[in-house]
């Protein structure tokens, strides 16, 4: 084999994304080092449900099984605890203060690059690998993520938080392919058991999506604590009961039990009255938001730029809206040229210029206001 271009960690969860890139790597000639990390043992939540996903003993066995066939090592790290007391207790934390977590985010910012470059150190490796859809490149002096080709696919949005001294370290192979390419690249070589894979969608220590049960099991007497409170309407008319704040996102419509004869969202959570706000849909509506906790990527800073124009997300799902921003300090203030509605404090907002990110940070709380004077005519160049 030719180790020209160098030792690569990569990071494989046994799925079909990171076993390829992998593959791909290996092909290419780097001396590639498999690892797979346990963050997360779902047993000790006491949920029901068989463990699953990237933590389970059959995703562990399925990435050395690849590692075995292509004669490259494989390691298994345990990261359960710094897992746990970030990312979880984050997780948790968060509902409590009436917010919305974004688990993956945190992760992959916190905990997985980190513990990877460690590893990477510690196994003479000078990069590392993932499976996801998004590109890296550098450019004046900065590392840019930018989508993946595959806009279905794409996860730039959940990566906007790695630091410029990770990304300068980083390889994303799929970020130029096609989700129908990776399954054709892995029938073509014969791991047919990767394509019939079921993929999975929910948070790794919550695989049965019930976040309201993780939490009451996680927060000893949090159930009778938070039960009883008001669900009321924006100028404070109380129109019924409901089981707690935590249990609650903005944007929600299911599961209310309330009946106003139209359609009603949770619009607000306030835990300090442990109340949670009810409207129609156009009381979701924003037109402002402020974000904090900041990382920029194309950018070091956008302050003294005056009104930048991008597109942003408000969640990963979220198409993106034409916004611009405004950088005050450690803060920026988004304004949309038009509402957008569930914008939704704890979540990250990321910030697009083109298909390039420009950076992120996590929304703190959101107003109806007007979009800046001027705001049209600014250039549309940063």
Not at 37 to 58: F, P, Q, R, V
Not at 74 to 88: A, Q
Not at 333 to 343: G, L, N, R, T
Request: hydrophobic share 35%; glycine share 10%; charged share 25%.
């Amino acid at each position: 084999m030719n180790n020209s271009k160098g030792r690569v960690l990569v990071a494989m969860s046994g799925g079909i994304d990171s076993s390829v890139a992998a593959v791909l790597l290996h092909e290419q000639g780097y001396e590639v080092v498999g690892m797979t990390m346990k963050t997360w043992d779902y047993a000790s939540a006491g949920g029901s449900k068989k463990e699953t996903g990237c933590c389970s003993l059959d995703s562990i066995n399925d990435a050395r099984d690849i590692a075995v066939q292509l004669g490259f090592p494989h390691y298994i790290i345990d990261i359960r605890d710094e897992f746990g007391d970030f990312v979880i207790n984050n997780f948790t934390d968060e509902y409590l203060a009436g917010r919305t977590p974004n688990p993956c985010v945190l992760c992959n910012t916190h905990i997985k690059w980190d513990a990877l470059l460690r590893r990477a150190d510690q196994l003479g490796c000078q990069y590392i690998a993932t499976g996801h859809y998004a590109n890296v490149r550098h450019e004046n002096g900065r590392y840019v993520i930018s989508k993946g080709l595959d806009e279905n696919k794409d996860q730039s949005y959940a990566l906007w938080g790695v630091s410029q001294e990770s990304l300068a370290r980083t390889m994303f192979p799929l970020g130029s392919l096609r989700k129908t390419e990776i399954y054709q690249m892995a029938r073509d070589r014969g791991f047919t058991e990767l394509v019939n894979k079921p993929e999975s969608y929910e948070i790794c220590f919550i695989p049965d999506n019930d976040y309201r049960g993780f939490l009451r099991r996680r927060v000893e007497g949090l159930e009778a604590r938070v039960a009883g409170g008001e669900f009321v309407l924006r100028d404070g008319t109380v129109i019924g009961k409901h089981e707690g704040y935590p249990f609650y996102t903005i944007g929600q419509r299911k599961g209310l039990g309330v009946a106003l004869g139209f359609p009603v969202y949770v619009t607000e959570i306030r835990p300090e009255t442990n109340q949670v706000v009810l409207g129609n849909f156009e009381e979701l509506a924003s037109t402002q938001t402020v974000v904090g906790k900041l990382n920029l990527g194309k950018y070091a800073s956008l302050e003294g730029r005056g009104l930048v124009p991008s597109t942003t997300k408000i969640r990963y799902n979220h198409d993106g809206a034409t916004a611009f921003l405004e950088q005050k300090g450690d803060k920026i203030y988004v304004y949309f040229e038009e509402p957008v509605h569930a914008i939704t404090p704890g979540q990250a907002a990321v910030f697009y210029d083109g298909n390039d990110v420009l950076g992120g940070g996590w929304i703190e709380r959101h107003t109806i206001g007007e979009v800046p004077e001027h705001s049209a005519s600014v250039s549309a160049t940063v």
